[in-house]
């Protein structure tokens, strides 16, 4: 069965440190990965996406993943973290069963000062 | 600037009440979702509708249904809403991407929090 795991429910990391969140799938074909973050109150956002091409993807507000179609992994990296950056981030996978995406458990991200 | 909105951000209603909660997206997209997020449950897909008048059921779509009349408004509808349906729904719609096997980025509301009493 296709899913998405991701195994960190929270994670607090200091402002400036590194930061990468962990995304697993399982998926029959290739996969189109998505990660979103989702501020307190919001909706959610697109970070970036993988179709195809180049494995290491930039996205917005100075994130970046990679695809790792050995280890069936879509992790998620900023080099340096800001206080604004916590909120909730999720990964998901599509297409399923027509044109849906699952989505991940979510990973919380608290940053201390 | 793409725009999805909900009707309600936050709503209380009584067991038994029906229940309408309507999206609007201006994006001309194709797709539109409906999802509950749940703490610790991440986004489960309630339905989803792929053009104006249809519609599949997701995941989880006992004891809601929908309704889409026009491209750019989807409905979710609580029948006879209890206790359990309380949650935070989410709206969502994307354009229709052949490329990707129909996936694309979704676009979301901000939520309708959702409680019944």
């Known amino acids: 069965a296709q899913s998405v795991t991701q195994p960190d429910i929270h994670i607090t990391v200091s402002e400036g440190a590194s930061l990468e969140l962990r995304c697993n799938y399982s998926y029959g074909a290739t996969p189109y990965l998505f990660w979103y973050v989702q501020s307190p109150g919001q909706g959610l956002q697109l970070l970036l996406k993988y179709f195809s091409g180049d494995t290491l993807v930039q996205g917005i507000k100075g994130f970046e993943a990679e695809f790792k179609r050995s280890q069936s992994s879509f992790n998620l990296r900023k080099p340096s973290v800001h206080w604004s950056d916590a909120a909730e981030y999720f990964c998901a996978v599509g297409p399923t069963g027509g044109f849906k995406t699952i989505f991940g458990a979510g990973t919380r991200l608290f940053v201390k000062a | 600037d793409v725009k999805v909105t909900q009707s309600s951000r936050y709503l209380v209603k009584r067991t038994g009440e029906k229940v309408f909660l309507e999206c609007v997206q201006d994006?001309?997209?194709?797709?539109m979702f409906w999802y509950r997020q749940d703490p610790g449950l991440g986004l489960r897909l309630i339905y989803f509708s792929y053009d104006v008048k249809m519609k599949e059921k997701g995941d989880i779509p006992e004891g809601y249904s929908v309704s889409r009349e026009k491209k750019e408004r989807f409905s979710l509808i609580l029948e006879s809403a209890s206790t359990n349906q309380t949650s935070m729904y989410l709206c969502a719609s994307s354009p229709a991407q052949p490329l990707a096997g129909g996936v694309d980025e979704q676009f979301f509301g901000p939520g309708t929090r959702l409680t019944v009493l």
């Open positions: 994006m001309d997209h194709e797709n």
